[in-house]
């Protein structure tokens, strides 16, 4: 791993602040803590966009540059959600008859999406630094990386176990 990703492996455990509040949920104040990620959850469906603008406190210049490579990347990255979901799908609409074949096919669907998708992640990284500071790079890696987290969370909750 190189230096840089090894170092933007280690930024994303530090806390993003706003975002920070609202996903990250306090043991002493859980009913409150649900009610804030079900508000992210929704602020991130109406406008994703808008939640990562908010919390990149870019200046004119670097946003002129940015926003084209995010529009970019979230159109690709579509693409790949609906390789997964399509997997999914195959898995949820099999399910009462998986078989071991069928579980392998899908379960290696699955994966080659995930590898799509972090190879995705490797290209949107040297794409926005080439256009932010380091710091602004890893600050978006990490609310990006936040944002599929709470969206991968709610698609493995509702998803059964093979059987």
């Known amino acids: ?7 933007l492996a280690a930024s ?12 990250a949920p306090a043991p002493a104040h859980e ?6 990620l079900d508000a992210l959850r929704l602020e991130m469906r109406k406008d994703k966009r808008g939640l990562v603008e908010r919390n990149m406190q870019l200046t004119a210049a670097e946003a002129a540059k ?4 995010y529009d970019a990347y979230q159109q690709e990255l579509e693409r790949v959600v609906q390789r997964e979901n399509r997997a ?14 069928n579980a392998k096919r899908i379960a290696r669907e ?3 999406a995930e590898d799509e998708e972090q190879a995705l992640r490797q290209k ?19 609310i990006e990386t936040k944002l599929r987290t709470l ?8 998803i059964p176990l093979v059987r």
């Open 12 to 23: 994303m455990c530090i806390a993003l602040p706003a975002l920070a509040q609202q996903a």
């Open 110 to 112: 699955f994966l080659k």
């Open 66 to 69: 940015f926003w084209p490579v």
């Open 31 to 36: 009913a409150a803590s649900r009610e804030s």
């Open 88 to 101: 999914l799908l195959d898995y949820i609409n099999a399910e009462s008859t998986m078989t071991d074949a």
């Open 151 to 158: 969206q991968r969370y709610d698609v493995a909750e509702r």
């Open 1 to 7: 791993m190189s230096p840089l990703l090894a170092a």
């Open 124 to 142: 949107q990284l040297r794409r926005v630094l080439a256009v932010l500071p380091g710091r602004k790079a890893a600050r978006y890696l990490q």
